[in-house]
């Protein structure tokens, strides 16, 4: 079973930055990919951006290009995502996923930790 725990989130000032990190642990080849999804009280879960292990490709939701950043440690098992230049519009509970490839949805991930909240204030 592929274990994930998010952590990072908080509070920031519009124009801020945050880092958001998953811990993970358990992966098969079937959870080969690491994604970050988001969910705001007033939206469905929304992709954000995906990193594979084993080939280190990226996709971003065409929204995130430019101020988020997804990266990975092997070492660690951790995945990490770098948001900078946060907008009120990013505020939403951020969750860390796992699937068997990268997919720019969000119900292809089959793995999910419980989320971190991110909140930018204005």
């Known amino acids: 079973q592929v274990q994930l725990v998010e952590s990072g989130g908080g509070l920031v000032q519009a124009g801020g930055s945050l880092r958001l990190s998953c811990a993970s642990s358990?992966?098969?080849?079937?959870?080969?990919?690491t994604g970050w999804c988001r969910q705001a009280p007033w939206q469905g879960r929304e992709f954000v951006a995906a990193?594979?292990?084993?080939?280190?490709?990226?996709i971003y939701a065409d929204s995130m290009k430019g101020r988020f950043t997804i990266s990975s440690d092997g070492a660690k098992d951790t995945v990490y995502l770098q948001m900078n230049n946060l907008k009120s519009e990013d505020t939403a509970v951020y969750y860390c996923?796992?699937?068997?490839?990268?997919?720019?949805?969000?119900?292809?991930?089959?793995?999910w930790g419980q989320g971190t909240q991110v909140t930018v204030s204005s």
């Open positions: 996923a796992a699937g068997l490839r990268n997919s720019y949805s969000a119900s292809s991930y089959n793995y």
């Open positions: 358990g992966r098969t080849y079937r959870s080969d990919a």
């Open positions: 990193i594979s292990w084993s080939g280190g490709s990226t």
